[in-house]
């Protein structure tokens, strides 16, 4: 036990003097002292910088504990104890095999530090490696970079290199982010000057930033900072794939976003979709995109304006191609809890097999059917379509969701709210501009 505190203890003491070594300043640049053989940290280090300087520093202090303790044992053989000594023995030699292994770690860190300390793209089938290149020769090109000062000298650009066997049509574009500044920032902390390079299997892109990141392109929705640019492209800084709703749109893309790219997955048959709202929180109705940004049915990309809306919340939607296997369709009753309220509402069926990728309807051409329905003559002229239904101050009716789809009310033309589950009053949903009716609504077959 006196042992294990000992140790501790010596932990705790190095570990402190190396942090008060730089007059505890909270790890600043300033404050990582010169260690010899180690890199030297500055305001350009790189993260591989970093983790290269405390895995050394690390075995800096392993070694120096080999040392002590072995020490202490030496000490411990001056004692004519006979249990005592054959600890003290026993302490040697852990600590020689400590400083062994110590040594070791230093060895394998010099000769292949780059895989320790460098992050690189995961290596996909068909795919030889992306590299600097020089245009002759090539070296490895790590998945970021902060400070491109880094950067082999003569090494301006950076290549996307494929087997001579691989299908460049399947192969992902590889998605290069070009900031002016050290760091991954914008000029003035801003985004808008990040450029974003794309480029295919065996294409090659120049290094035209300060720092970059890149990742293979996946599918999803990526927001674009000034909208859309020729080639299915966002012009300016865009956002990594986004694949699921958000209440609340990240920084610095919330209320800035003026175009969006939308990239399907056609090998699962899966398209995306998107609806943005301009309240955060997707359970308030308000000023919605004028429609669902959607591409063509199988369609592989399409960048588009999402219009003057200041977006700060979005419905990103999946939708297989399957639709008969979303559910049984959507009902719409003529009275709150429609389905449970006995035979007194009025409804208006939508098939499985009327919808199909994106599915319009005008709510004044959805005439209630009446059969096995009492309610007086009267009441049926008053609500012969949903739209009756709910236009006016108060709204009567109900929305019955069988299966996975999302429906989207829309009034007024970008007034809007969405569901994806019953609705059973929707006297009491913001769904609508006040005292306004319904223009129009979409159904959207998804898969969860």
Known sequence: ????????????????????????????????????????????????????????????????????????????????????????????????????????????????????????ISPLEGVEGIYYTDGKNQKPCPQEEADVSNVPEGFNKIEYSCSENADKNKMPALLIWMFPKTGFQGSDGKYKDVKVERITCGGKAPINGTSFRMEFESP????????????????????????????????????????????????????????????????????????????????????????????????????????AAAGDGVIFYSEPFGEGSGAKAGFYSVKDSDIDQLTKLNPQDMVYQWDGVFQPQEYRDTFKTFGDSTSGSKTNGSIKINGDYLVALYSGGSYCQTFTSTVTNLNVQPFKQPGGSLSSIYIIPIKR
Not at 74 to 81: C, D, E, S, T, V
Not at 96 to 116: C, D, H, P, R, Y
Not at 220 to 245: A, E, R
């Open 1 to 120: 036990m006196k042992k294990n505190k000992l140790f501790l203890f010596i932990v705790l003491s190095l570990f402190m003097l190396l942090l008060s070594s730089g007059h505890a300043q909270g790890l600043e640049v300033s404050s990582y002292p010169k260690i010899p053989m180690l890199p030297t940290i500055t305001d350009k280090s790189s993260l591989g910088d970093y983790v290269s300087y405390w895995v050394g520093a690390l075995i800096y202090v392993a070694g120096a504990l080999s040392l002590i303790s072995f020490a202490i044992g030496a000490i411990g053989l001056i004692n004519p104890n006979i249990e005592a000594h054959n600890d003290a023995k026993d302490r040697m030699k852990g600590a020689v095999l400590g400083l062994l292994l110590t040594m070791a770690s230093v060895v394998i860190l010099q000769t292949i530090n780059i895989k320790f300390v460098k992050l690189t």
């Open 220 to 323: 999803g929705v990526y927001y674009c900072l000034d909208g859309c640019s020729g080639g299915n492209m966002c012009s300016g800084f865009m956002s990594g794939p986004n694949t699921s709703s958000q209440n609340n749109i990240i920084e610095p893309f919330r209320e800035n976003i003026k175009g969006v790219r939308i990239v399907n997955d056609l090998d699962n048959k899966l398209d995306y979709g998107a609806i943005f709202h301009q309240a955060p929180g997707l359970e308030n109705g308000g000023i919605c995109s004028e429609k669902p940004i959607m591409t063509a049915e199988r369609e592989k990309e399409k960048c588009q304006s999402i219009g003057d809306i200041k977006a700060s919340a979005v419905d990103i939607f999946k939708i297989s191609s399957d639709y």
